[in-house]
């Protein structure tokens, strides 16, 4: 149908430094947890502020180690949103909490934060705030209500690096600060995560969960005082992150440009009188990670699966980012129902992620919306 090479609706920005960085650490005779994931906590640690930094294998298992530093287990509760990765509230369960979802606001699809207030429990230990699409939940609010009910905040920014809350970068102020560096993400090492920590305990306790509950002392002395799992980064990965971290403000500084030209081509093609939903058109605070729209059910006659094969079919690539948690198999036998956020349930049906990365061209911008608009329009009812 097309000529065009296809469009993924992400794709990681790998210099040749990093390769030949990379291939260096292969040759060099360590290849796992060394000195690179050394360097690499300390680049982050400065970027944060030099609050203390440690890296994971994912950010996974970066959130699960921060309920486990915040003592969260049995019978505690933890709030948080229906709409994100289900990595969220999976951890929750694994550290044998209760995941507690509330529901989101409609313009930044996060947590609403007035309703959070109204779910808080005498077992509520910990709120879970989800950065979607790198749009930061309002920091001020939030952490006035954690203070209020003495609660612990464990930030999902897995999206959110480089984003800002009032001029401040997201992770160099707050409680437990989780990032991913999937390769989705803005910055990757393939897989992998870090955790930001308020002081040396922590961090030392993060260490202890990331490698098999291990304390060392001196050249031969080891001890184990309780569980910790195989959650530690390799250096080659870490290769990938040093590579990555100076380039952050530039990869964001680009997906800014293209989101702004997504809203002026939107807006001429009169996307919002189609019912199509656009993100909130924020240029303080987000770092763009994900650009992603709200089909109009009730106005289309296709569902949006057909809408993304047709523009796959123009070489468009899409996602979904996410479908309500509450409404998966094992959430459900927890005892969640449909109808319980309809707000969350709807933008999850109809959420589409449409293609936003560095290395995106902007006229692939114009052709995005030129062809989602006509397809909107060819599928009117
Ligand atoms: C990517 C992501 C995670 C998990 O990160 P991994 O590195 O893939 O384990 C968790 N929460 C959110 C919101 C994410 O987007």
Same mark, same amino acid.
């Given at each position: 149908?097309?000529?065009r090479?296809?469009?993924?609706f992400t794709?990681p920005?790998i *210099?040749?430094?990093?390769i030949?960085?990379?291939a260096?650490?292969? =040759? @060099?005779?360590?290849?796992?947890?060394?000195?690179k994931?050394?360097?690499?906590?300390?680049a982050?640690?400065?970027h944060?502020?030099?609050?203390? !930094?440690?890296?994971?294998?994912?950010?996974t298992? !970066?959130?699960?180690i921060a309920?486990?530093?915040?003592?969260?287990? $049995?019978?505690?509760?933890?709030?948080?949103?229906?709409?994100s990765?289900?990595?969220t509230?999976?951890?929750? &369960?694994?550290?044998?909490?209760?995941?507690v979802?509330?529901?989101?606001? $409609?313009?930044?699809?996060?947590? *609403? &934060?007035? =309703?959070?207030?109204?779910?808080?429990?005498?077992?509520?230990r910990?709120?879970?705030p989800?950065? &979607?699409?790198?749009?930061?939940?309002?920091?001020?609010?939030l952490y006035?209500?954690?203070?209020?009910?003495k609660?612990?905040?464990?930030?999902?920014?897995?999206?959110?690096?480089?984003?800002s809350?009032?001029?401040?970068?997201?992770?160099?102020?707050?409680?437990?600060?989780s990032? @991913?560096?999937? $390769?989705?993400?803005?910055? !990757?090492?393939?897989?992998?995560?870090c955790?930001?920590?308020?002081?040396?305990t922590?961090?030392?306790?993060a260490?202890?969960?990331?490698?098999?509950?291990?304390?060392?002392?001196?050249?031969d002395?080891?001890?184990?005082?309780?569980?910790?799992?195989?959650?530690?980064?390799?250096?080659?990965?870490?290769?990938?992150?040093?590579?990555?971290l100076?380039?952050?403000?530039?990869?964001?500084?680009?997906r800014?440009?293209?989101a702004?030209?997504?809203?002026?081509h939107?807006?001429?093609?009169?996307?919002?009188?189609?019912g199509?939903?656009?993100?909130?058109?924020?240029?303080?605070?987000t770092n763009?990670?994900?650009?992603?729209v709200?089909? $109009?059910? *009730?106005?289309? @006659?296709v !569902?949006?699966a057909?809408i993304?094969?047709?523009?796959?079919?123009?070489?468009?690539? @899409?996602?979904v980012?996410?479908?309500?948690?509450? &409404?998966?198999?094992?959430?459900?036998?927890?005892?969640?129902k449909?109808?319980?956020f309809?707000?969350?349930?709807?933008?999850?049906?109809?959420?589409?992620?449409l293609?936003?990365f560095?290395?995106?061209?902007?006229?692939?911008?114009d052709y995005?919306?030129?062809?989602l608009?006509?397809?909107?329009?060819?599928h009117?009812?």
């Amino acid at each position: 149908m097309t000529e065009r090479p296809f469009l993924p609706f992400t794709r990681p920005t790998i *210099d040749e430094a990093t390769i030949e960085g990379v291939a260096e650490v292969l =040759r @060099s005779g360590w290849i796992t947890s060394g000195p690179k994931v050394k360097e690499f906590e300390a680049a982050l640690s400065e970027h944060f502020g030099g609050r203390p !930094t440690r890296a994971f294998n994912s950010g996974t298992c !970066t959130m699960e180690i921060a309920l486990r530093i915040a003592g969260i287990g $049995p019978g505690d509760e933890v709030i948080t949103t229906p709409l994100s990765w289900v990595a969220t509230s999976n951890v929750v &369960l694994e550290v044998g909490a209760t995941p507690v979802f509330v529901e989101i606001d $409609p313009a930044t699809r996060n947590l *609403d &934060l007035e =309703r959070v207030a109204a779910a808080i429990t005498p077992a509520t230990r910990a709120i879970i705030p989800v950065d &979607l699409a790198g749009l930061p939940v309002d920091r001020d609010r939030l952490y006035r209500l954690a203070a209020s009910h003495k609660l612990r905040v464990i930030e999902d920014a897995a999206q959110s690096f480089g984003s800002s809350w009032a001029g401040r970068q997201i992770g160099t102020f707050g409680d437990l600060v989780s990032f @991913s560096f999937h $390769p989705n993400k803005n910055i !990757t090492t393939i897989e992998g995560g870090c955790l930001v920590m308020n002081n040396a305990t922590e961090a030392a306790l993060a260490e202890q969960y990331r490698l098999q509950g291990v304390v060392r002392s001196g050249p031969d002395g080891m001890d184990v005082e309780r569980v910790g799992g195989k959650f530690n980064l390799t250096d080659v990965a870490a290769r990938v992150g040093l590579g990555q971290l100076p380039h952050w403000a530039e990869f964001k500084a680009r997906r800014h440009a293209l989101a702004k030209r997504y809203f002026e081509h939107f807006e001429k093609a009169g996307a919002t009188e189609l019912g199509l939903e656009l993100p909130l058109a924020d240029f303080a605070n987000t770092n763009w990670h994900m650009f992603q729209v709200v089909l $109009p059910e *009730d106005r289309l @006659s296709v !569902t949006r699966a057909q809408i993304m094969d047709q523009l796959s079919a123009r070489a468009i690539g @899409s996602g979904v980012h996410y479908p309500a948690i509450h &409404l998966f198999s094992l959430y459900q036998r927890l005892g969640w129902k449909a109808g319980d956020f309809p707000v969350a349930e709807r933008v999850g049906r109809n959420t589409l992620t449409l293609p936003l990365f560095p290395m995106m061209q902007d006229d692939d911008v114009d052709y995005v919306v030129e062809n989602l608009v006509e397809l909107v329009k060819a599928h009117r009812r």
